[in-house]
């Protein structure tokens, strides 16, 4: 069975604090990683897709990386409209994680 | 351009009343897909669509949910009857390619249900 799971469930940042969010994966025929965005009452909006083990991509403070076994999202130095949930989804059976709630403070 | 549209935004119903959700994905999109979301989780995927085709249907309890894709456009998705535990909200995206070729999905605002 896939299984997805992010770590922490909640991170509290000040403004301008980087840190990082993880998404480990079991995945049988990982066809590509994806991180949406979710703020409170929408659906979630897509931020990136990582096909392959060493990729990278990137989007203003936010930058993603994939290994072989995880995924990361980093986010350098995070201002208040950052703040939302942070979904990652392995494709195979479209199986998404719980999320990690983010909160920046001014 | 217009986004994923659904309708209701909310819906509050007792239990064992039937309730239908409608999603109207992006021009264009061939490939729309109906989750659920509970509180505090991530979305679970119910059914994904190719043009009128049900590609994956693995996960969408056939006792009581139904959905629909007449014209590869539109689409409905049914609960009957409603159970407690069916209270969520249920979201709709679409894509442009097909969903193996693992392409951006775009999500509609999604519908609250509440059964009581």
């Known amino acids: 069975e896939d299984q997805v799971t992010q770590s922490p469930e909640a991170l509290r940042l000040q403004e301008g604090e980087s840190s990082s969010l993880n998404c480990s994966y079991t995945?049988?025929?990982?066809?590509?990683l994806f991180w949406y965005r979710q703020d409170p009452g929408k659906g979630p909006e897509f931020l990136f897709t990582?096909?392959?083990a060493g990729e990278e991509k990137e989007k203003e403070r936010l930058k993603a990386t994939l290994t072989k076994k995880e995924s990361f999202l980093h986010i350098t130095a995070p201002k208040p409209e950052d703040s939302a949930t942070y979904l990652c989804?392995?494709?195979?059976?479209?199986?998404f994680g719980k999320g990690t709630m983010l909160l920046v403070s001014p | 351009e217009a986004g994923v549209v659904q309708s209701p935004r909310y819906k509050i119903i007792e239990k064992k009343q039937p309730v239908a959700f409608w999603c109207n994905p992006i021009s264009g999109h061939n490939t729309l897909y109906w989750y659920l979301q509970n509180l505090g989780q991530g979305p679970e995927l119910l059914i994904r669509?190719?043009?009128?085709?049900?590609?994956?249907d693995s996960q969408l309890p056939k006792d009581r949910f139904s959905a629909e894709r007449l014209k590869g456009v539109d689409s409905t998705l049914k609960i009957q009857p409603a159970e407690l535990g069916d209270s969520a909200v249920y979201l709709c995206?679409?894509?442009?390619?097909?969903?193996?070729?693992?392409?951006?999905?775009?999500f509609g605002p999604g519908t609250r249900l509440t059964v009581l």
């Open positions: 989804a392995g494709y195979s059976t479209l199986t």
């Open positions: 669509y190719e043009n009128e085709e049900a590609v994956d």
């Open positions: 990582l096909y392959s």
């Open positions: 995206a679409s894509s442009l390619l097909p969903g193996q070729l693992n392409n951006e999905q775009f």
């Open positions: 995945v049988s025929g990982l066809r590509g």
